[in-house]
């Protein structure tokens, strides 16, 4: 099992880990992690590791068996053996944009009250495909509606339920495409906004900014017709 610390604080730039065990591929399978796994839409971390006399490139992150999370080494090179001691290091600057694009996708699926089809984060752009047969609010509106939710910074936090109490709120899923990870007993929730009535409240694994202002100027595309009845709207920054 590796301990997930982006769970607990997305904004954990370092910190030390130990090597649980080498893959046949290559990949560094350590105790604990900085580096978020790709998945639910997001790209794995990038950054690198340090350990007494060497040093290597972390192109990115995987899920692995169980629990594990595998650090996947951006070219050939020596990697730590098992048991040695490493220094992590996030390429933050990239990993704070996903975050950013992250959170304005939750809102943007707040502008758009439609079932999402499916979705792509990037560090320069990213989109949501909703199951939209015909537009509902042109772009302009969706640009100034999302610029004010992004405004008012509506704090943005985490919170668990049981997998029962899912299944008693299934609205509470958006995608269509990625459903919540199961058999852990619980899930993840990120809310945005405070009290009894938040802007958005849906299960998601990955990170996110503390607040909504912290995303910053966005700049919503045109809305693409992507089949009979699924639109695209992406998003960029600026």
Request: aromatic residues 4%; negative net charge.
């Amino acid at each position: 099992m590796t301990e997930a610390l982006f769970r607990a604080d997305a904004y954990l730039k370092s910190a030390s880990a130990r090597v649980a065990r080498l893959t046949p591929e290559g990949g560094i399978v350590p105790d604990r992690s900085i580096f978020y796994a790709k998945g639910g839409g997001q790209p794995g971390d990038s950054g690198a590791i340090t350990w007494d006399g060497g040093r290597c490139e972390i192109a990115g992150a995987v899920k692995g068996e169980g629990e594990e999370l595998i650090l996947v080494p951006a070219e050939e090179a020596a990697l730590p053996p098992p048991g040695a001691e490493i220094e992590m290091s996030l390429d933050w600057e990239r990993r704070h944009r996903f975050m950013r694009m992250h959170t304005a996708l939750h809102l943007l699926s707040v502008v758009v009250p439609l079932p999402v089809t499916g979705g792509q984060i990037g560090a320069e752009k990213s989109r949501l495909d909703f199951g939209m047969p015909e537009v509902i609010h042109e772009r302009d509106f969706i640009q100034a509606r999302l610029g004010t939710l992004i405004a008012e910074d509506h704090p943005v936090t985490e919170e668990w339920i049981t997998e029962a109490e899912l299944d008693a709120n299934p609205g509470l899923v958006k995608t269509l495409s990625v459903q919540p990870p199961r058999g852990a007993g619980r899930i993840r929730l990120v809310r945005i906004g405070a009290g009894d009535s938040p802007v958005d409240l849906q299960p998601c694994g990955g990170t996110h900014v503390r607040s909504t202002a912290e995303i910053g100027a966005i700049q919503v595309g045109k809305i693409e017709n992507k089949g009979r009845s699924n639109r695209r709207i992406s998003l960029t920054f600026g």
